[in-house]
């Protein structure tokens, strides 16, 4: 089979709407018939708990695993130190259409865990060799950094998105992710692509918006997507439902909606 997109969303500033862009992006790329996988890849699980209820993640990470173990993180979390596979870790159909591969808590210590670990940047790409081919997308969420979650996500990856809310040091920090990323891929002799820059207002309110908005544009040109999101106060309660924010109506919607059809272009993938 055809090798997949593969789409990391990153940024190194919390708040600024990677789980958002990630979910919902997934979404729609499962109603418009793509085969999409979903891997969260942040501690904080925000990802996985906006399609799955705490309870049922909890018995699956206990039977199943999560990426942790996919990551080598786990396998003395029985007392067989089973390797799991990623099959074993998928949580099938999530919204009727997407798989999702859950986060887990010990991400929070895995640089730790792996200081002495070899190549411990693609661990996740060596653990989804030839399973990602199933898929038609897959989009990977990461953490608010450059730690090993994200560098995974990163070395597998074909393109990657930025989220930049518009206050002064959201900006700044965007030149300088894309600098590091380049770095990376050059050790790694990775080729990713930039996708675009999301101009995102999620939960941020900033002084002198419009003028950094303006700004952005200015410096990144068209490598900022024309469509741009609004404060989603929907966010919130879509994620504590387990329902897509596309699928509830309203002008949320209708932003993340143009948000996903222009970066479907912009990646390359038909519908």
């Known amino acids: ?10 940024n190194l500033k919390g708040g600024v709407g990677k789980t958002a862009i990630s979910v919902n992006f997934a979404a729609y790329c499962g109603q418009k018939g793509l085969k999409t996988l979903l891997i969260d890849l942040d501690p904080q699980t925000n990802a996985t708990f906006s399609c799955i209820d705490v309870e049922t ?7 199943n695993g999560t990426v942790a173990d996919l990551l080598g993180l786990r396998t003395h979390a029985s007392a067989e130190a089973k390797e799991r596979k990623p099959d074993d870790v998928l949580v099938r159909k999530v919204f009727g259409a997407i798989d999702l591969i859950p986060s887990h808590l010990d991400l929070f210590t895995i640089d730790l865990d792996l200081a002495s670990a070899t190549a411990r940047e693609t661990k996740l790409r060596h653990a989804l060799s030839g399973f990602v081919t199933q898929y038609d997308i897959v989009i990977c969420d990461c953490p608010p950094n450059l730690t090993i979650p994200t560098q995974n996500a990163l070395a597998m990856s074909t393109h990657y998105v930025v989220p930049v809310s518009p206050d002064f040091l959201s900006s700044l920090g965007v030149a300088l992710l894309i600098r590091r990323v380049a770095k990376l891929c050059d050790a790694l002799e990775h080729k990713l692509d930039l996708a675009g820059i999301i101009i995102s207002r999620v939960g941020r309110p900033a002084i002198h918006r419009e003028q950094t908005v303006a700004a952005i544009r200015e410096q990144f040109g068209d490598d900022v ?3 741009q999101l609004k404060e989603l106060v929907a966010v919130s309660k879509s994620a504590e439902l387990q329902v897509p924010v596309i699928d509830r109506g309203g002008d949320a919607a209708e932003e993340l909606k143009a948000v996903s059809k222009e970066l479907l272009e912009r990646i390359g993938v038909k519908i």
């Open 57 to 63: 993640w909890q018995e699956h990470a206990a039977k």
């Open 1 to 10: 089979m055809a090798e997949p997109v593969i789409l990391s969303v990153v």
């Open 225 to 227: 997507l024309q469509s």
